[in-house]
């Protein structure tokens, strides 16, 4: 299992590599601290977003939408390998937020549809990719619109979940030690309390 989770992260870091020196070729600065400001938060940001839009849901469905089938923990709502996955997570929307260009003024529909939508594939990709490691869904959507890889149900959540890495990554621009105490005690809650 090791073996794989390993294989899992070094294929997840290639296209981030690729992306990283790509963006620096066409001029467009992305600072590695920055970049590590994005990947502490969400380290620890997803895996309670998790725990939070889960008892959300159920409070308002009773039902829920999705279950963790590789490394899962507090009862299949979040996994054992999330700091890791959502911190890359944010790197990616790191470099997505840095790849837009900010001079044209877009609307929030738009705005909505490319953050969201990037997410979502993002997500796919992640699972597919899962799949083909651990020869089973990292996480299974019980909502079958996306042949159960994922769903559109989730893109406001994706979207409110990356305005927040947008904001919180920038306001902890170089706060290293505060922000990677945070990330410690966060996870280290996140794993006691199951």
């Known amino acids: 299992m090791l073996f794989k989770v390993i294989l899992f992260t070094i ?3 290639i296209p981030l590599i690729i992306w990283f020196f790509y963006l620096k070729r066409k001029g467009t600065v992305v600072d590695l601290r920055l970049m590590l400001s994005y990947f502490l938060f969400g380290s620890w940001f997803g895996m309670f977003g998790e725990l939070f839009l889960y008892q959300f849901i159920d409070w ?39 790849s837009q260009d900010k001079s044209k003024k877009r609307n929030v529909l738009l705005d ?3 953050e969201s939508g990037f997410l979502l594939i993002l997500e796919l990709l992640f699972n597919f990719l899962a799949h083909a490691i651990f020869n089973n869904y990292y996480f299974y959507y019980f909502v079958p619109d996306l ?40 996870i280290v809650v996140a794993f006691a309390y199951q």
């Not at 920038?170 to 922000?179: A, D, G, H, P």
Request: charged fraction near 10%; hydrophobic fraction near 50%; include cysteine.
């Open 11 to 13: 294929i997840q870091l």
């Open 60 to 98: 308002i469905f009773h039902s829920p939408i999705w279950e963790y089938r590789v490394m899962p923990i507090h009862n299949k709502v979040t996994s054992g390998y999330g700091p890791i996955m959502w911190g890359l997570a944010a790197v990616y929307v790191c470099l997505h937020f840095h």
């Open 112 to 114: 909505f549809a490319l």
């Open 147 to 186: 042949f159960h890889w994922s769903s559109f149900t989730n893109m406001p959540f994706w979207w409110v979940g990356y305005k927040m890495m947008v904001k919180y990554a920038q306001i902890m621009y170089k706060q290293e030690k505060f922000n990677i105490g945070l990330a410690i005690m966060m």
